[in-house]
């Protein structure tokens, strides 16, 4: 008994100093934010999305078998951010409409050094792919939501997590 509180307790330990930054005494990078309300239909994210892959975080509530159901669904981001969840088996009970969120709008854009990635979202940059130094991401009206956060590649790639997976999704070109 006594091993197992000791165990635990240094288990805890462990955990709580993963969790702090190592590398406070160095010069952190500015952040650039900004907190200005952007209207979606004027924005880099604006009309329809194909999710095309996922990658699992350190940490995933979904299993392989859910995380492929949301593949070659398309996501809307207009005045609404709308995501077929009537097309995906595992969560047309849990959400039973397809609109994340009405009137939906980018209340911050972030951009954020690359390696603060992990602290912020405890997964590796390299592991899903993410090649620059800097990350652009855009924090919405929807908490809670598959569209919390989007993470802007470029022009026409976007990431969104849900339960621990992201979710990369290509701009569909008219």
């Not at 307790?9 to 590398?23: G, H, K, M, Q, T």
């Not at 207009?78 to 077929?84: F, G, M, N």
């Not at 097309?87 to 709008?105: G, R």
């Not at 997976?165 to 008219?174: R, T």
Request: hydrophobic share 40%; with cysteine.
């Amino acid at each position: 008994m006594r091993y197992s509180i000791y165990l635990s307790v240094a288990i805890i330990i462990v955990f709580a100093c993963l969790s702090c930054n190592s590398n406070a005494s160095e010069k952190k990078e500015s952040v650039k934010m900004n907190t200005e309300v952007t209207d979606v239909k004027q924005s880099i994210i604006s009309g329809k999305w194909k999710i095309t892959k996922y990658v699992f975080s350190e940490f995933s509530a979904m299993d392989d078998k859910t995380a492929g159901e949301w593949l070659k669904k398309t996501v809307s981001f207009s005045k609404d951010a709308i995501i077929p969840f009537k097309e995906i088996p595992s969560y047309k009970e849990i959400f039973p409409n397809d609109t994340v969120c009405k009137n939906f709008e980018i209340l911050r854009d972030t951009v954020f050094p690359a390696k603060e990635f992990f602290i912020q979202y405890n997964s590796d940059v390299m592991k899903l792919g993410i090649t620059s130094e800097k990350i652009r991401c855009l924090s919405t009206n929807s908490p809670e939501t598959p569209v919390e956060e989007i993470f802007v590649l470029d022009d026409t790639h976007v990431i969104i997590r849900w339960d621990g997976v992201f979710f990369y999704l290509e701009k569909e070109i008219k």
